[in-house]
């Protein structure tokens, strides 16, 4: 056997020499860039940029709003979760705690069921959640309750029982810092409590019991993790120990609670899979498949309101969320991010239903109040002028391209806009798109998000959407921002 390895040995360096010794490819850097808000934390809402506040009125509620211009591919927003669970088919490939995925894993001391990606995570989450959870996790799976279930019990089972009772007699909305991990902020968001039905509140109450009864078997109620193995028997009943009616009351109360915030303000959290780049090339991750690994819950994004066509996109670094820019937004204007259905792939009617269905409210935003075309739908027959006058108009001049003339009058303020000026400002446009879009199939994304904001700081200046221009420049900057988060080679 030695001297079948020395020949293997002398074939390998042989082979070395006849290569002309190449050197190592590099290795991959499987972690993205961390992102930094632009400019300065805001004072009242610390995971906020301070290009945006948060305002209140009797329709809205509460709603992002932008405190001056914001410029498109601007951190508007970093948030760690106050709340995660990783689905149960990635508890084997990827952290429990900050849901990356493990190229090396560090398994629970205690279960078989989940795994880490350091020993920071695996502390964080044995002297937390993990601690109550190591045993009942299976039966949580097998049960078939849903992430939104496993979410609301996460939520007690990451505090102490005692920080629970210690805020039970303050649980209104602080006047300080509005802190991602105080329960309070996520207990005072959107419930729709008057609004529901008997039948709704049965459903939920039936789910409560069950994962009161977990927590019982888990030791949550005597303050410390469970160490003898569950007997099945334990399960026979729902019944809880009558010793532990007050916590009964007080964790229901909040179990339940969490299960009707959860259905309005959880966000799926996801990563983007993508093929194994060539030796010396840049991993192309903007057509990668987007998937779907756990959820959780962010108070202060949960603030921001729906609109058709959003301002914002989001993506995952570790369990933090970002959100950053993806047109100009002026000041003033309303900072909206997209609950699902959006203007240019589904129609009005679809939007309006799957919105009131599912998050019980009418979309008024300017895409379904003015009925905007979908994307396919978009004529090109004519440019959308920004009316041109010295007084404020919110009037767009449509111009047919075969128009021979250059000024043009606004037909609300009747002033004229000269659309040679305007022309010339956009003949730059098709190139540094071109110059994006090489950028961004070649996998260099910041170069590419500097072509793209640059178009759209043209087109804002001249144009008014929709137009498909406009939406195509959009939509690249987007995939090229989402390939800046989270992802996995396949």
């Known amino acids: 056997m030695r001297t079948d390895a020395k020949i293997m040995l002398e074939i390998l360096n042989k082979g070395l020499v006849l290569a002309g010794n190449p050197s190592d490819p590099e290795p991959l850097n499987k972690i993205p860039p961390k992102p930094k808000l632009a400019g300065k934390h805001n004072s009242k809402f610390p995971a906020a940029s301070e290009a945006i506040t948060i305002d209140t009125d009797d329709v809205k509620g509460r709603y ?5 211009d914001i410029s498109a591919g601007e951190v508007l927003l970093i948030e760690k979760a106050h709340s995660g669970v990783l689905l149960a088919e990635f508890s084997k490939t990827h952290c429990q705690n900050c849901f990356l995925k493990c190229p090396i894993s560090l398994p629970c001391p205690k279960c078989p069921n989940v795994i880490f990606c350091s020993d920071k995570c695996l502390e964080t989450a044995l002297k937390s959640y993990h ?40 649980l209104k909305p602080q006047l300080g810092a509005y802190k991602t991990e105080d329960y309070r902020n996520i207990y005072n968001l959107t419930t729709h409590e008057e609004k529901r039905c008997k039948q709704d509140f049965l459903h939920r109450t039936e789910m409560v019991v069950f994962l009161i009864k977990v927590l ?9 993790p469970r160490t003898k193995p569950i007997e099945m028997v334990e399960l026979n009943s729902m019944a809880v120990n009558e010793k532990y009616q007050g916590d009964v009351e007080l964790i229901g109360g909040y179990l339940l609670r969490n299960l009707q915030v959860l259905q309005f303000n959880a966000h799926e959290v996801f990563e983007l899979q993508v093929p194994k780049p060539k030796v010396d090339k840049n991993i192309i991750k903007h057509d990668g498949k987007s998937v779907f690994l756990a959820g959780a819950v962010f108070p202060t994004l949960a603030l921001f309101n729906h609109s058709c066509e959003p301002g914002v996109v989001r993506y995952f670094y570790g369990s933090h969320i970002v959100v950053r820019a993806v047109k100009n937004i002026k000041k003033g204007e309303e900072v909206c991010e997209n ?7 589904v129609p009005k009617e679809k939007r309006q239903m799957e919105l009131k269905d599912r998050y019980w409210f009418d979309c008024e935003c300017i895409p379904c109040k003015e009925n905007w075309p979908l994307y396919d739908e978009m004529t090109e027959n004519y440019m959308r002028f920004k009316c041109d006058s010295d007084n404020p108009c919110p009037n767009v001049v449509a111009v047919p391209y075969d128009c021979t003339e250059f000024m043009i009058q606004c037909g609300l303020c009747q002033q004229y806009t000269n659309i040679l ?12 798109y071109r110059l994006g879009r090489a950028a961004m199939d070649e996998g260099k994304y910041g170069e590419a998000v500097k072509k793209f904001t640059e178009v759209l700081k043209l087109y804002d200046a001249t144009l008014a959407p929709p137009y498909k221009s406009y939406y195509d420049c959009v939509q690249d900057l987007r995939r090229c921002l989402l390939s800046m988060g989270n992802y996995s080679i396949i």
């Open 131 to 170: 601690g109550y959870e190591c045993q009942i996790l299976p039966l949580i799976w097998k049960s078939g309750c849903s992430i939104t279930c496993q979410i609301a019990l996460r939520m007690i089972t990451q505090n102490k029982k005692d920080y629970f009772l210690s805020i039970s007699n303050d």
């Open 339 to 345: 609950y699902g259905p959006i203007f240019t792939t």
């Open 64 to 68: 992002a709003t932008a405190t001056r």
């Open 216 to 224: 019982e078997l888990t030791g949550y109620f005597d303050g410390k």
């Open 421 to 432: 000026k305007g022309l010339k400002s956009l003949q730059d446009t098709e190139m540094l």
